[in-house]
């Protein structure tokens, strides 16, 4: 496996030590699972529409409450001005990065709708839960192409809701960086070394037979 829970000095920055070995599966997974990760630095090529779209076909295929479909994207490809009012959302820790990526792309979801027989609009419960959803499929597609997406909810959501026209029935989630992944040595210095993949909570942590019983 092209995993890295051997390279050194990775557990130097792990948040806690309940992490797991960065990228070492419990259990015998797909690749496609550890090998995909969030890294900043993008080459800045600007990516091919056909890509994007490949990605946002994969995020189209997910599951959501009743088929409903919730998700919506907005994107802008590198070199547009859709990209850069994208850009001009993001919080300076993630545009100092982001500008470099070949895509971004919004993705929201709608929280309302008609239903017959029942007066005014009705919550869509698992709006939130069916975007995640359709936000990995992107994220491994963009993989399976030899890409990397990047998630970010540091945006301002009330500028983007304003600049991007998003009505009110519709969540604003996470602007992904869509693109090539760049050398490190392209980074800032303070994002240089956060430049790797990182770790995840034992199994143990995550998973109760029966009845909710964690700890902490
Ligand atoms: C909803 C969401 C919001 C995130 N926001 C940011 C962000 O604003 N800036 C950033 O650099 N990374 C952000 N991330 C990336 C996470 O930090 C990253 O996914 C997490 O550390 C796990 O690492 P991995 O994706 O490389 O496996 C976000 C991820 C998600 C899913």
Known sequence: MKGCGTLPGLYDDFPTPLMTAPRQPEYRIDPQFTERWSPRAFT???????SLMTCLE???????????????????????????????????????????????????S?????????EGP??????????????????????????????????????????????????????VALGRRGEASL???ALREREQPNGRLPLSALVAEGKFSFEG
């Not at 936000?135 to 890409?147: K, V």
């Not at 959501?157 to 602007?175: G, I, W």
């Open 110 to 118: 709608r929280t309302q709708r008609l239903v017959p027989g029942k």
């Open 187 to 189: 980074l800032p210095e």
């Open 44 to 50: 800045g090529e600007a990516l091919d529409k056909g």
């Open 122 to 175: 009705q919550p869509i419960a698992s709006h939130a839960f069916d975007a995640g959803a359709a936000w990995m499929s992107l994220a491994l597609q963009a993989q399976a192409l030899g890409l990397h997406a990047h998630a970010m909810g540091g945006f301002d959501k009330a500028r983007a809701r304003e600049v991007l026209a998003v009505p009110d029935d519709h969540a604003l989630h996470a602007v």
């Open 58 to 108: 994969a995020a189209r295929w997910a599951p959501s409450g009743n088929n409903l479909q919730p998700w919506r994207f907005v994107y802008g490809l590198r070199g547009t001005p859709a990209f850069e009012q994208l850009l001009g959302t993001l919080v300076e820790s993630n545009r100092v990065w982001a500008r470099q990526a070949g895509a971004l792309v919004l993705v929201l």
